[in-house]
C-alpha cells in the first residue's frame, strides 16, 4: 500500500513539475536556437519611502519606472494545448507572509493594476497577457525542439509596492518589509513558475525595501479652487499655440505631526488625453490644451510622471501655487464646451 502511495504521489509530482516547465521565456534573446536571453533583472529603490500608518489599504507607496521589454517565450516542454503567458505576482511567496504582512507587491498592464490579495488564481496570482499566445510543443518532438517556434512580442508594463494592511489610528514608526530585496513577478505560462535550479524564466527583484519605513501621521490635500473654469473665449484670434488664458489655483498639505518627509505627486488626467508629457487635451473638444506651471519659477508640471509637491521638512502646512494655461492646438478650431482634469497620487518620501 506504502508503495502505490509513493509511486501515485511520485507521478503527481511529475506532471505538476511538467506543467509548471511549459513555457521557457527570455527578455532580449538573441534570434537564433540556443542563444541565452536574460532572465534575471533587478530595480532598486534608492530614497526612504515614508508611509503613515493611515493609509488605505491598497494605497500605492512606490511605482517603478514604465518598463518596455522584447519577451521571447517557446514551449520547452510538452503541453496538451497552446497557452497565454502570464506575469506570475510574488513567484517565491504564495502566502504573501515575506513583507511582515503590512505589504505586497503588484503589477499595472494596459492600465490596470493587479494585486495577488484581489485576484488570487491557482497556485498564486497570475495576471494573463491576453494577446500572447505560444503554440504548443508537439508530444513527438524532442525537448528543446520547439523553441524553433519561439514567439517574440513587446510588453509595456511598471509594478508598485502597496499597503496589505488596513488603515490605522495607532501611529506606528520604523522599517516595515523586514526583508531588503523581493522577487517581484516571473513570465511563465499557465500552469505557474519554473522554480527549478534551471530555471529558464524571465523573474524581476526589487530590491531596497528597507527604505520603507512609517512615519507618525499622513498629509491631507486640498486644492482651491477645486475647478479652474476659463468661462467663454473667443475663436476669432485662434493660432496653434497661442496662449488664450492663465489662471491660478493652488494645492495646500496639511499634517498633524512634525515627522519630517516630502511628498511627491503624479498628475493622472481624466476624460482627457496627454501630449508631449505635459499638455492636458479634453477629449470632448481637441481644440484646446491645458499646461501646469509652477507659479513660483514656471516649471512645467508633468502628466503621468512623478514631481515634488512638497518639499521634506517638517512644516505641518505648505502651500504650492501653480497656474492652469490654456491653449489652441490649432488654427481652426471647434466650437463648443471642454471639460477635463487630473487625479493626483501622492507618494511621502
Known sequence: MNTVVRTLLGMLLLVLAQESLALACHKDKPGFVGARGEIDGDITISETIAVPAQLAKDSVLWRSPQQEATITCWADRTPT????????????????????GELEVGVNVNGTDYRCSSSKLQHG????????????????????????????????????????????SVAKEGSIAGVESYVI?????????????????????????????????????????????????????????????????????????????????????????????????????????????SAEDGAVVPFNKEFSLVPHSRDKVVERKFNAQLKWLTDKPVLGPFNTGAEINVYYK
Open 125 to 168: 496570482c497570475g495576471v494573463v497577457l491576453e494577446d500572447f499566445w505560444i503554440e504548443a510543443c508537439p508530444r513527438s518532438a524532442p525537448l528543446g525542439h520547439c523553441e524553433k517556434e519561439a514567439r517574440t512580442f513587446k510588453i509595456s508594463y511598471n509594478f508598485f509596492i502597496s499597503k496589505l494592511s488596513p488603515a490605522s
Open 185 to 293: 513577478f516571473q513570465l511563465d505560462g499557465k500552469g505557474g513558475i519554473n522554480n527549478t535550479v534551471q530555471r529558464n524564466n524571465f523573474r524581476m527583484t526589487l530590491r531596497g525595501l528597507n527604505q520603507l519605513r512609517y512615519v507618525a501621521c499622513a498629509s491631507t490635500l486640498s486644492i482651491q479652487p477645486d475647478t479652474v473654469r476659463f468661462g467663454s473665449i473667443s475663436s476669432l484670434q485662434a493660432g496653434r499655440n497661442k496662449v488664450i488664458k492663465e489662471l491660478p489655483f493652488s494645492i495646500t498639505a496639511k499634517k498633524d505631526c512634525d515627522n519630517a518627509y516630502a511628498l511627491g505627486a503624479v498628475m493622472t488626467p481624466t476624460n482627457g488625453t496627454v501630449q508631449d508629457n505635459h499638455v492636458l487635451v479634453p477629449k470632448d473638444n481637441q481644440s484646446v490644451g491645458i499646461t501646469l506651471l
Open 81 to 100: 494545448d497552446r497557452e497565454q503567458v502570464h506575469f506570475w505576482l510574488s513567484p517565491l511567496d504564495p502566502g504573501l507572509t515575506g513583507l511582515s
